[in-house]
């Protein structure tokens, strides 16, 4: 029988002892579970120019960190932090108990402002929690995001006119006009929604809405022109998605009138046969000489 080493008996032993502290050594759970734009806003993390800007943040207070043990935590600051062009810091003061294993949600909100966060680019930020833990030991959390946009209402006009715009030809192409007024009013909608996409590139979001709106305007007089009149863009995408529903029944039918047609020739090809064996049953014999 082999004898254990000084050095095998020591790393036995150093293994052992990990195995027992292991379970002390958990890591904190997450502190900032989750955050959260709210609206009111254009898409989420964008917002127009002056209004006001909220995020809720979700702050948990874990059991133990390592062997220490958390009765509570009491958090004193929420900052949200944008660092691209200096620290601009967005923050809550607050004095908010959280015990071990609950939860606190807390919102921080402030007036969006284009001299602050230009409207040319998103930002990217983090989020800071500074808290006390047991009422007494300071310290902090960090989350990162990016995302967050401000934008002029001439970009969000310019957006919106863009949606109703696409609407409108996506349902109604020029070539589905009848009368050649309704065709040519399209054909220069699509002009100058091109013209308003190139402005919209520069950065020109005024030229980009005014460029926009005629072109949704041209396409509302070709409508009229055409006898639609009335029709809105929701309309429009609603009569396009039918014409998509009317094409796929269209296709399926013919798919199925294939179909049937392969069987009847199958069929045929059967009776076929069978017809060949009757007549070979039924015809009458060679008389033997």
């Avoid at 009776?271 to 060949?276: F, N, S």
Wanted: hydrophobic share 45%; aromatic share 14%; proline share 3%.
């Amino acid at each position: 029988m082999k004898r254990i080493g000084k050095v095998s008996v020591a790393l036995l032993t150093a293994l052992f002892a990990v195995m027992i502290l292991m379970p002390m050594a958990k890591p904190a759970q997450a502190s900032i579970e989750n955050w959260m734009w709210l609206p009111p806003y254009v898409t989420e993390g964008t917002y127009v120019n002056g209004t006001t800007a909220k995020m809720k943040v979700a702050v948990k207070c874990p059991t133990y960190v390592g062997i220490d043990y958390w009765e509570n935590i009491v958090v004193t600051a929420v900052s949200i932090v944008f660092y691209q062009w200096g620290d601009i810091n967005k923050s809550l003061s607050t004095s908010t108990t959280i015990e071990k294993e609950k939860w606190s949600f807390l919102e921080v909100s402030f007036t969006t402002n284009t001299e602050e966060f230009t409207e040319l680019m998103s930002h990217y930020f983090y989020i800071q929690v500074n808290f006390k833990i047991n009422g007494s030991k300071p310290d902090r959390w960090l989350d990162y995001g990016s995302g967050f946009k401000v934008i002029s209402q001439n970009q969000k006009d310019a957006m919106e006119l863009e949606d109703k715009f696409q609407a409108y030809k996506n349902a109604y192409p020029a070539y589905y006009f009848y009368t050649v007024s309704g065709r040519v009013l399209a054909s220069q909608a699509i002009a100058e929604a091109a013209i308003a996409e190139n402005l919209w590139d520069t950065k020109d979001f005024a030229g980009a809405k005014s460029h926009y709106q005629t072109a949704v305007d041209l396409y509302e007089e070709a409508f009229d022109i055409d006898g639609d009149k009335g029709m809105t863009w929701q309309e429009a995408g609603v009569n396009a998605t039918s014409k998509q529903a009317d094409a796929a029944m269209l296709s399926a039918q013919a798919l199925m009138n294939q179909a049937y047609g392969y069987i009847l020739v199958g069929l045929g090809f059967v009776l076929i046969g069978v017809g060949a064996i009757v007549y070979g049953m039924k015809k009458p014999k060679a008389a033997q000489a």
